[in-house]
Structure formats: structure tokens, C-alpha cells
């Protein structure tokens, strides 16, 4: 699957939810949702933003966060989180942990 159908594949899979706009971003794309960023595609990889009020789904269902080598050549992990294929198969709780990775950006952005 090319980026651009992966893109277009997640797009599909989130339009059940209101004003979600599509950025190109860091090589990749960010989903914004009422202006809040909760999501982004790096690499044909769904990640949501991810805070300690949901991280224990993450860590239950194996993924990992998102991370980069910085110019210092040092790993940095991002607060965004793989989202499990089984997650994106299952509307009811693929609809959840949208719901709060969108809650868990609000946070952020509050801090």
C-alpha cells in the first residue's frame, strides 16, 4: 500500500468523526480534530496521541510510541503510540481510543 492510499484507507476508517482535517507533517501527515492534534502517519504507521490517562492500552496490546533519532543522534519517543491493527478493525473501540487520544491532546495542549 502506497502512503497515499494508506492516508486515504485511515480517512475512510475515521469518517465517522466530525471535522477531522489531514496536514502533511514531518515527512508524514497529522490529523487534527476542532484544531486539536491526536494522530499522525509516519511511514504508513498509524500513531495517537497518548497520555497516562490511556497509555496502559497501549502497553496491553504491545505497541510502541513513536520515535526519532534527533540531530544530536540521540532516540527521542513522541507521547504518539502505535495503533494495533485489531484496533483499526473494530469500530466500536477503534471509536474509543479516538475519543481518548483527542481527550489526552486536550490535556496537552491545557498543560
Given at each position: 500500500m502506497s502512503n497515499t492510499e494508506y492516508v486515504d484507507f485511515i480517512l475512510d476508517v475515521l469518517s465517522s468523526f466530525r471535522n477531522i482535517k489531514l496536514r502533511k507533517m514531518f515527512g508524514g501527515y497529522g490529523f487534527y480534530k476542532d484544531g486539536i492534534f491526536f494522530a499522525l502517519i509516519i511511514a504508513d504507521i498509524l500513531y495517537f496521541k497518548v497520555d497516562d490517562v490511556n497509555l496502559a492500552d497501549y502497553k496491553a496490546n504491545g505497541s510502541q510510541p513513536f520515535s526519532y533519532v534527533n540531530k544530536n543522534g540521540k532516540r527521542v519517543a513522541m507521547s504518539y503510540?502505535?495503533?494495533?491493527?485489531?484496533?483499526?478493525?473494530?469500530?466500536?473501540k477503534l471509536t474509543q481510543w479516538v475519543e481518548k487520544s483527542i481527550a489526552a491532546a486536550r490535556r496537552a495542549k491545557h498543560k
Open positions: 503510540w502505535k495503533v494495533p491493527g485489531d484496533i483499526l478493525e473494530n469500530n466500536d
